[in-house]
């Protein structure tokens, strides 16, 4: 366990000291994801635009969803999927970090575990705008700026370090088991419809509701609402907030002590 925890570390430490790194190289990935595109970078605001526009229409214009606890449908469903799309855009991206570069695994003195921080980063300059838009969309339905908003930095530390640990697991695994890339993919898509992101939980009967509490994206997902809709803090959901950290910190640790010891072989495999 102490090699464990010495390997979480390290692992820590390098991003510290490679920060500077960390941030340029993040810059070149977000840019060149759409490079090739006459539009360039601004697709990747165009489309979370797009998106948003599309679930307002067909929820609050053709479906005209009734509120949640006296809530506009479209606040209340924009709260849940903001996070999830961050969660699942970092996780996904990042599996497939080392093998998409393997020119750069093969150069020893090159930081390999820098590459799953990078993607999340990357997904993170659009969560932000993500972020920019739920404020914009609560000030258009007459909602103001409150303190409980504040919690949202919280949340967003607490989905990279599960995002971290997560990536770190899955993208050393995938160099050797490329079936873990699909697999994760599957994984997430059967999260999306099992975390509250649609529907409320109040709908699942009560003795049900503790199982699917379970799911860390839950946390997440009810951490946003309870930072714009219901005005909670998260130390008030105490047991919760233990179990996900405990969660998370476990991970994290699974997560860098695997990736230390297949990080030298990694370079053989690619």
């Not at 090699?3 to 977000?30: A, C, E, H, P, Y």
């Not at 961050?86 to 093998?99: C, D, G, N, V």
């Not at 919690?151 to 697991?169: D, K, N, P, T, V």
Request: net charge positive.
């Amino acid at each position: 366990m102490i090699k464990i925890f010495k390997s979480l570390l390290g692992l820590i430490r390098d991003i510290i000291v490679n920060r500077n790194l960390l941030w340029q190289m993040t810059r070149r990935d977000f840019k060149q994801r759409y490079v090739s595109s006459y539009l360039g970078i601004l697709w990747a605001f165009i489309q979370p635009t797009v998106t948003v526009f599309i679930f307002w229409f067909v929820f609050q214009i053709g479906f005209k969803s009734m509120p949640v606890n006296n809530f506009p449908f479209i606040l209340w469903l924009v709260c849940g999927m903001f996070p999830w799309f961050f969660l699942s855009e970092s996780i996904q991206s990042a599996t497939y970090s080392i093998i998409e570069s393997s020119f750069l695994v093969k150069k020893i003195v090159f930081r390999v575990e820098l590459l799953p921080i990078v993607k999340i980063m990357s997904a993170l300059v659009v969560h932000i705008f993500f972020i920019i838009v739920l404020f914009a969309m609560f000030a258009a339905y007459g909602y103001s700026i409150s303190i409980y908003n504040l919690q949202i930095i919280y949340y967003l530390f607490a989905m990279i370090c599960l995002s971290l640990g997560i990536s770190w697991l899955t993208s050393s695994l995938t160099v050797f088991l490329r079936d873990v890339g699909q697999f994760i993919a599957m994984i997430l898509q059967f999260g999306f419809w099992g975390t509250p992101i649609f529907w409320n939980l109040n709908m699942i009967p009560a003795q049900f509701q503790f199982f699917l509490k379970l799911n860390p994206a839950y946390y997440l997902v009810e951490g946003y609402r309870q930072s714009f809709i219901y005005k909670e803090w998260f130390w008030e959901h105490l047991h919760l907030t233990i179990y996900f950290w405990l969660l998370t910190a476990a991970v994290m640790i699974v997560g860098a002590w695997c990736f230390k010891k297949l990080r030298p072989h990694f370079a053989d495999v690619l």
